[in-house]
């Protein structure tokens, strides 16, 4: 499960130890991986556009011999939701550790916050929320004495207690199983608990290092309402995740493999990338040369693919909504009646398969990811 390490074990959030930077002497880095800096996209009106809470510059760490991740830059935008998708082992994992604190970088500079999160002060570390894969629940405690001993945790007094308790319950949707004990209640409803022990004290990031895994499409879409709704409070969250269908739910996206980035950017410039610009399904009843050249010499038309006897998909380096006149009457200037056009959009999984395969991966890597 997940990105494990040597060390993992011993480690634990919230209480690192001074320690000193690796030294870079053993197998050199790789060349640096695209560009992985989450765009703050423009401001409204009359606002600055969003800072940065978390930057990662040139980002890499070594566990003795292995390169754990590579050469990471990154930008969190405030209040944005930035994906870190991947297979298991990809560095997911030891990215967001090194984000908390858990581990200190072998080489590159992060910030959190405007600190390092090795040198976290406590009122910063206040700020920040986590979710691990493996979260520890008391099964002989209620719903409600699981989350006081994390209130506790996190020292919240009385006052706080019961009205950020209520909150977070509502929040969740487990209001009415409060009392319930913690065995009692479905996997489900527990790994909501442990969100809502996480969002207890408010922090303003949030780090949930693969939430969904293992849980049903159905409780997996009910979780990212959730994030998105944390998402118009102006919480700020960092989320990891094997299923790349999830990259539809986020601002930004970083795509991983073997601790390196295959790719980054918003969910419509991957699939872009992945295709070599936007897509156009067309259908005619006759699709012969003639009309292969005609739509081929289209202006902003970039290649002409033939998927059947009657089908054919262009690749568009405009809007394909723009074009789609245009080929339609190239189509009807030919004698062709259009039975179908279309937008077409790759699937996360296409756009995985074919970042990787322009890295020369194997499509193989994430066949299992989906």
Known sequence: MGDRSPTDEAAGYGSPRPGTV?????????????????PAGPAAPGRPAPRAVATM???????????????????????????LIGPSGCGKTTTVRL????????????????????????????????????????????????????????GLGPFKRRRYKRQALDLVGLTEHRHTLASNISGGMQRRLELAATLLHQPQLIVMDEPTAGIDPILREQLW?????????????????????????????????????????????????????????????????????????????????RRSDTEVRLVVNGRAGELIPRVVDAAQDAGETVQRIEEYSLSF?????????QQGQPSAAVRHVD
Request: net charge negative.
């Open 349 to 357: 999984n296409e756009v995985f398969v074919a970042l990787l395969g």
């Open 57 to 83: 510059r040139d980002v890499g760490k070594r566990f003795e011999q292995l390169w754990a991740v590579r050469r990471l830059s990154l930008d969190v935008p405030e209040g944005s939701i930035v994906g």
């Open 22 to 38: 690796e030294s870079p002497a053993a197998p050199a880095a790789p060349p640096p991986p695209p560009a992985t800096r989450a």
């Open 99 to 154: 984000l908390l604190g858990v581990y200190e970088p072998t080489e590159g500079e992060i910030e959190v916050f405007g600190e390092h999160p090795f040198r976290f002060r406590r009122a910063t570390r206040e700020r920040l929320g986590y979710l691990p894969q493996l979260f520890v629940l008391y099964p002989t405690l209620t719903v409600d004495e699981n989350l006081n001993f994390a209130a506790a945790a996190y």
């Open 225 to 305: 309402e959730e994030f998105r709704r944390l998402q118009g409070m102006g919480r700020t969250q960092i989320i990891t995740t094997q299923y790349v269908t999830e990259a539809e739910y986020c601002d930004f996206v970083v795509l991983m493999d073997e601790g390196k980035v295959a790719a980054a950017g918003p969910p419509a410039a991957l699939r872009r990338q992945a295709a070599g610009g936007d897509l156009i399904d067309l259908a005619v009843p006759n699709l012969d040369r003639a009309l292969m050249d005609r739509l081929r010499a289209l202006p902003g038309v970039v290649a002409v693919q």
